[in-house]
């Protein structure tokens, strides 16, 4: 049986995947979500027989969060990774917003991941780590512009993951670090990225293993503060 579980939000491709592949093969029994199938987590749970558990979940529809909080033993998980999120398409000039796409974008990337943690709390350990993966691309003071939906969903996940702190986890001792996890080689990075996969979640990783009080932090995958 393995001596820690973790639970990875949005696992049948890129960084989550990724994440799956890193925490099950350093010894984690590790719940994945998955929106629709994905031939590689499958393949993945099918090489760690009994350490992959793969759930059918849309963070944006409440009775499949629930379903899943069901089936996560009470007080289990060390870890705990939000990786749901969409970019929101290529039209994200200022005057390209609108009603209907901003509140889309808010709703899948900021509001309804923080809510699905909150269903999800029983799972967690007294002592746990939440990483809700945000970007540097939500931070105000390092901002070059552009891409205003996508900016906009993550500036407003990093406040509602300080809410989430300060009054849901703190009084379990449950940290919540938002992640950025690099311009990281995966379909929404491209193939011009930086780093890859393995090198992004391999940082993540350490991040969020390493032992802290208590607290909301905004931190790069390789340990570096980001400005908010």
């Known amino acids: 049986m393995a001596d820690k579980t973790a639970c990875v939000i949005g696992a049948s491709r890129g960084l989550g995947l990724g994440l799956v592949k890193h925490l099950v093969t350093s ?4 719940y994945a979500t998955q929106r629709s199938h994905g031939v590689a987590l499958t393949e993945l749970a099918a090489e760690h027989s009994g350490a992959v558990h793969i759930h059918q979940l849309d963070v944006t529809d409440e009775a499949s969060v629930a379903e899943l909080a069901k089936a996560l033993p ?5 870890l705990l990774v939000m990786n749901p999120g969409v970019y929101g398409g290529s039209e994200q000039a200022l005057d390209d917003l609108t009603r209907d796409n901003v509140a889309d974008i808010l709703m899948t ?9 909150i269903t999800l709390l029983p799972a ?3 002592g746990a780590v939440i990483g809700m993966m945000s970007s540097k691309m939500g931070s105000i003071a390092d901002s070059s512009g552009g891409a205003n939906l996508y900016r906009l969903s993550k500036v407003s996940q990093n406040m509602l993951s300080r809410s989430l702190f300060e009054n849901y986890t703190r009084e379990r001792s449950i940290s919540v ?3 950025h996890p690099g311009w990281v080689k995966t379909d929404m ?9 393995d090198t992004s979640v391999a940082g993540m990783v350490t991040v969020l293993e390493a032992k802290r009080q208590p607290e909301h932090r905004f931190l790069a995958y390789d340990g570096t503060e980001v400005p908010w």
Do not use: R, W
Request: aromatic share 4%; with cysteine.
């Open 27 to 30: 010894g984690y029994e590790v």
């Open 74 to 78: 009470a007080g289990t998980l060390d």
């Open 109 to 117: 990337n900021a509001v309804c991941p923080v809510q699905a943690v």
């Open 124 to 126: 967690l350990k007294e």
């Open 177 to 179: 670090i938002s992640l």
């Open 189 to 197: 990075g491209g193939p011009n990225a930086l780093i890859d996969v």
